[in-house]
């Protein structure tokens, strides 16, 4: 009589729990907002491509804690025509000035909001930046990265990349700041 008293209440239980798993497991369809955190490039770039899939576009992203990052996603697009994501990542300035440019060839648009550094697991810090394609590419975009230890420097090269029709769009500082400047593709000063 214990033992199937014991059974049977190990039953309930599992029964119970494996029902509460299944609820919190299942995405509510209203679900506003959707949070990815990870410390893998590689699979943080899965994961956007995934969530997108959905109709979700990105928010904000943002360093964590030591090596993590995290990005908030907004269902705003569409399943039909979802924005696609490219996650760059480097910790070369030249790299990522030659990534970005490529990305915008290919009709993506930086994500200032996305600008992060990132703690590695072994030594430097990398620069991570998502861009952004929307379902229809109205207008291209360049960019030019300036990056600098030495603040009056900074501005010197700021200057002279507004002369040329470029606008600040986000910065990043990681022992050195970097400014991101962007301008519409054949546009004039």
């Given at each position: 009589?214990?033992?199937?008293?014991?059974?049977?209440?190990?039953?309930?239980?599992?029964?119970?729990?494996?029902?509460?798993?299944?609820?919190?497991?299942?995405?509510?369809?209203?679900?506003?907002?959707?949070?990815?955190?990870?410390?893998?490039?590689?699979?943080?770039?899965?994961?956007?491509?995934?969530?997108?899939?959905?109709?979700?576009?990105?928010?904000?992203?943002?360093?964590?804690?030591?090596?993590?990052?995290?990005?908030?996603?907004?269902?705003?697009?569409?399943v039909e025509a979802p924005f696609?994501?490219?996650?760059?990542?480097?910790?070369?300035?030249?790299?990522?000035?030659?990534?970005?440019?490529?990305?915008?060839?290919?009709?993506?648009?930086?994500?200032?909001?996305?600008?992060?550094?990132?703690?590695?697991?072994?030594?430097?810090?990398?620069?991570?930046?998502?861009?952004?394609?929307?379902?229809?590419?109205?207008?291209?975009?360049?960019?030019?990265?300036?990056?600098?230890?030495?603040?009056?420097?900074?501005?010197?090269?700021?200057?002279?990349a507004q002369t040329a029709g470029?606008?600040?769009?986000?910065?990043?500082?990681?022992?050195?700041?970097?400014?991101?400047?962007?301008?519409?593709?054949?546009?004039?000063?």
């Amino acid at each position: 009589m214990k033992n199937k008293f014991v059974f049977l209440l190990a039953s309930l239980i599992f029964c119970c729990s494996s029902n509460v798993f299944a609820q919190t497991s299942k995405e509510p369809a209203d679900q506003k907002y959707k949070l990815l955190a990870t410390t893998k490039t590689s699979t943080m770039q899965k994961e956007m491509d995934e969530v997108s899939a959905q109709g979700y576009r990105i928010l904000v992203g943002s360093p964590t804690s030591g090596s993590e990052m995290a990005v908030f996603l907004s269902r705003e697009g569409t399943v039909e025509a979802p924005f696609k994501y490219k996650l760059l990542a480097t910790t070369r300035t030249g790299t990522m000035q030659k990534e970005l440019n490529e990305a915008a060839e290919g009709g993506f648009r930086l994500i200032p909001s996305t600008m992060i550094a990132k703690a590695q697991l072994l030594g430097s810090v990398e620069i991570v930046m998502i861009m952004e394609r929307p379902p229809q590419v109205s207008k291209q975009y360049e960019y030019k990265l300036l990056a600098t230890s030495r603040t009056s420097t900074l501005q010197k090269e700021v200057t002279e990349a507004q002369t040329a029709g470029f606008v600040i769009v986000g910065m990043v500082s990681r022992g050195e700041h970097m400014v991101v400047m962007e301008k519409e593709k054949n546009s004039t000063p």
